[in-house]
């Protein structure tokens, strides 16, 4: 008796050039057919132990395979139908400039200072939780604030802003 392994296996073999020439044909895609095919067999493999006492298990892997081509198909079309009835989404804005200049300026702190920063004065956490938060005392925490904030105005003064440039 062969083992589920090489059971499968051997289905798999036998079946998988069928089963991706129908999908294939149905969708008129190679890899929507791939992924339709893949998603069958992994179904399958899953499943092994009852699909393939079924009469017919490439039948069974088949429907999943047209079902999950259809299924995405459907998602397509929704959203395709959706686009032409909203539109395109709005633009992202890009970054704002000082946010910019913030985020490359904290890049150059040292990982401790950093975090200090970023925790108090980002997130908003007083100088006790972001001493709990990063495990040192609440005199290291309001030095690296001290620190950090002298570098970051001097990392910011020296980063030229497009007044600059003008």
Not at 80 to 100: E, I
Request: contains cysteine; glycine residues 6%; charged residues 25%.
């Amino acid at each position: 008796m062969l083992s589920r392994e090489d059971s499968f296996d051997g289905f798999y073999r036998a079946s998988r050039q069928r089963l991706y020439d129908c999908v294939y044909a149905l969708t008129g895609n190679a890899a929507e057919a791939q992924d339709a095919v893949h998603e069958a067999y992994a179904r399958a493999w899953q499943r092994w132990s009852t699909v393939g006492e079924y009469a017919d298990p490439e039948a069974w892997v088949r429907t999943v395979a047209r079902r999950v081509a259809v299924s995405r198909w459907r998602r397509a079309r929704s959203a395709w139908t959706a686009h032409r009835r909203h539109g395109p989404p709005p633009d992202v804005p890009g970054p704002n400039p000082d946010a910019v200049v913030l985020t490359e300026a904290l890049a150059r702190l040292p990982i401790a200072q950093r975090t200090a920063v970023v925790l108090h004065h980002l997130v908003g956490l007083p100088v006790a939780e972001v001493a709990r938060e990063t495990g040192v005392p609440e005199g290291t925490v309001k030095a690296r604030l001290s620190r950090g904030r002298r570098a970051l105005a001097n990392l910011i003064e020296e980063t030229p802003t497009e007044a600059h440039h003008v």
